[in-house]
């Protein structure tokens, strides 16, 4: 599974948009990406997935280069309750459901 | 829809003993896949069933074992606990086998080794 990089914390003020880059410079033709978030003693919950170019849902939009080699997740107009860890996935749809987490990005939103 | 279910929340097990986990799927889905979370090892992943058939195993000493039942729901088992067990303990499950679908955790069993 390829590795990912994220950094390690990011703070940000409510109402602002976050962008959290990835990097998975060996990404494979036929990997996904995924960004998990999890809150404190809680189970990661999904945000969003995506292949190539661009995915958007109600929560977050995600913007994947052509070369794939980085992903950047964005959340608009942050709120408090959007403190959390945020974890970025590559996985190849393989039959299987092992996920890999990283160390995660800590984003800590002040009022 | 029912989320993921774990029972119980909370345990506090001595060194040497062995415990049991519960998982509950979403009703429909058939992957069960568990994790161990630590302060210092990060999220890890233990196992994967599917229809009651292990189809993936982390990198774990042969002390953590699972299963899966006819029903879906999952067990855990670690036995002979040491104080590195401690640790929160998280299930997910999936309605499909691809890595592409999403998984739905549970919100964990805090067990803690004294």
């Known amino acids: 599974l390829a590795k990912t990089t994220q950094p390690i914390s990011m703070d940000s003020y409510e109402g602002q948009e976050v962008n959290i880059t990835c990097s998975h410079n060996?990404?494979?033709?036929?990997?996904?990406i995924t960004w998990y978030q999890q809150f404190p003693s809680q189970g990661p919950r999904f945000i969003i997935q995506g292949y190539k170019t661009k995915v958007t849902n109600e929560v977050a939009s995600l913007f994947i280069p052509a070369d794939r080699k980085s992903s950047t997740l964005s959340l608009p107009r942050v709120s408090l309750s959007d403190t959390a860890v945020y974890y970025c996935l590559v996985g190849e749809n393989t039959g299987f459901q092992k996920l890999v987490f990283g160390t995660g990005t800590r984003l800590l939103v002040s009022p | 829809k029912a989320g993921v279910t774990q029972t119980p929340r909370y345990l506090i097990k001595t060194r040497g003993q062995q415990v049991t986990l519960s998982c509950s799927p979403i009703?429909?889905?058939?992957?069960v896949s568990w994790y161990q979370q630590t302060p210092g090892q990060g999220l890890q992943f233990l196992f994967e069933y599917f229809s009651e058939t292990q189809r993936n195993k982390g990198n774990f000493p042969g002390r953590f074992s699972g299963r899966q039942f006819s029903n879906s729901r999952s067990e855990m088992n670690v036995s002979t606990l040491e104080l590195g067990d401690s640790a929160l303990y998280l299930c997910?499950?999936?309605?499909?086998?691809?890595?592409?679908?999403?998984?739905?955790f549970g919100p964990g069993t805090r067990l803690t080794v004294t």
């Open positions: 060996n990404i494979a033709t036929n990997d996904y």
């Open positions: 997910a499950s999936s309605p499909g086998v691809d890595w592409s679908y999403e998984q739905y």
């Open positions: 009703s429909g889905h058939r992957s």
